[in-house]
């Protein structure tokens, strides 16, 4: 089933991206998880959304913007870095 798919993402330092220094490599190893990525990657595309400015926005050793949220599910929410992404948090059941 797509829903249950995870796409792991490993960008070890060094490797060059797109970044506001793009002649600067990357300080540090960064690791990402997409969950049903398929399906959040043909979202991405039907609103513009490239794949190495999104990866670039939520990876990394970037503080996120935390925010208060009384969801019934007791997650928590954040919002990317720059202000683009938000972020839901995830726990196993």
């Given at each position: 089933?797509?829903?249950s798919k995870i796409q792991k993402f490993l960008f070890p330092a060094g490797q060059h991206c797109i970044?506001?220094?793009p002649n600067k490599p990357l300080p540090y190893d960064y690791k990402f998880k997409a969950y049903a990525p398929?399906?959040?990657s043909k979202i991405r595309q039907a609103f513009g959304v490239s794949k190495q400015p999104f990866l670039h926005s939520i990876c990394g050793k970037f503080n996120f913007i935390e925010f208060m949220s009384n969801a019934?599910?007791?997650q928590f929410f954040f919002y990317s870095h720059d202000g683009q992404y938000m972020i839901k948090t995830q726990?196993?059941?």
């Open positions: 089933m797509e829903c970044t506001a220094q398929r399906i959040f019934k599910s007791g726990t196993y059941e």
